[in-house]
């Protein structure tokens, strides 16, 4: 075949031309011509409604999924946690760059005094929201929706104690709030930190381009916590946190999923290390233990809570 201009598409906010960029210059520095192609997403325009509000999961691949469909775009880049796990027909997964940071930072205002009594922080997650609460449960949570510099702005502009936003975000555009503080207790979402790069399955040419890029290790870990999501039919917007971590001196995956209600006082867990000869199935079966354990009547409870 030809060989041929790679057409890269993404969102056209800082952080995702960030993604998009970096993928070009890997792609660029094995020798692939590419073009970047800024497409705008319905979950970049309608800022007014929280996510799960707007009734579809992966509304921030949808718009750069239809025009890679249509044939406007070869590939698109995206922050692999706000990917479907079932991707649309035709699409595949084609690299998983090697991961950044998977912690979820606490952006705040004057000191940490609130932690002990009453405070209000932002954020448009829920899995964010319910950890929170269920830490703190005497704290207020308020909507945050927006690009990360549009979030980090809202939260100077009003009088709330902070925010939270994911670490590898805020690194990659190197934004700096004044103070920043990880919160390490909180299990991230599924994949969380990791690039994704999806391709036209039948476009042998661009799969073999980008097979270049893909990180076998984060592969394994983000495949392991989307199955865990998956199983737990989570979409993007329940309170699930998951996080796989291999360990190389010893061979083995230690795996830590997360369900919480929407409030966060209810909490079911696991936590385990296996050998990585079982990492297939692991986050099935990690999914599996929590529905058998409360999990499926909530699930159920937050789905109802949700549509309402």
């Known amino acids: 075949m030809a060989e041929k201009t790679i057409r890269i598409g993404t969102r056209d906010s800082e952080l995702a031309l960030w993604q998009a960029h970096t993928v070009e210059k890997k792609l660029n520095d094995l ?24 009734g579809i999961t992966g509304i921030f691949t949808k718009t750069l999924d239809i025009a890679m469909i249509n044939g406007e ?8 946690k706000d990917v479907p796990t079932a991707l649309p027909i035709g699409i595949v997964q084609a690299a998983v760059l090697e991961r950044a940071n998977t912690v979820d930072v606490l952006a ?24 929170w609460l269920n830490k703190y449960p005497t704290h207020t949570v308020v909507d945050l929706r927006g690009n990360v510099n549009l979030r980090m702005q809202k939260l100077a502009d009003n009088d709330w104690n902070g925010a939270v936003f994911a670490a ?16 390490d207790w909180m299990i991230p979402a599924p994949a969380q930190g990791a690039m ?5 399955g039948n476009d042998n040419y661009t799969l073999d381009a980008l097979s270049h890029l893909n990180d076998i290790e ?19 917007t329940a309170p ?10 010893e061979d083995t995956i230690h795996f830590q999923g997360v369900l919480f ?36 009547q909530l699930m159920a409870e937050i789905k109802n809570k949700l549509k309402k």
């Open 261 to 296: 209600s929407l409030d966060g006082k209810q909490k079911l867990e696991v936590d385990k290390i296996v050998p990585i000869e079982e990492w297939k199935k692991l986050g099935y079966f990690s999914a599996q233990e929590i529905l058998n354990s409360g999990g499926a």
């Open 31 to 54: 020798g692939y011509k590419t073009k970047i192609v800024a497409v705008k997403s319905t979950g970049d325009v309608v800022l007014d409604k929280p996510l799960y509000e707007l």
């Open 218 to 236: 984060t592969e394994i870990c983000t495949y392991i916590e989307r199955q865990f999501l998956k199983t737990l039919e989570g979409g993007c």
């Open 108 to 131: 705040y205002k004057g000191n940490l005094d609130f932690l002990e009594g009453n405070g209000t922080i932002a954020t448009g997650s829920l899995r964010r929201q319910a950890q």
């Open 168 to 183: 590898a975000g805020l690194e990659r555009i190197n934004l700096a709030a004044e103070n920043l503080v990880a919160i």
């Open 240 to 249: 699930i946190g998951a996080l796989a971590r291999y360990n190389d001196e």
């Open 196 to 200: 994704l790069v999806v391709a036209m």
């Open 73 to 80: 775009v070869d590939i698109a880049v995206h922050s692999m």
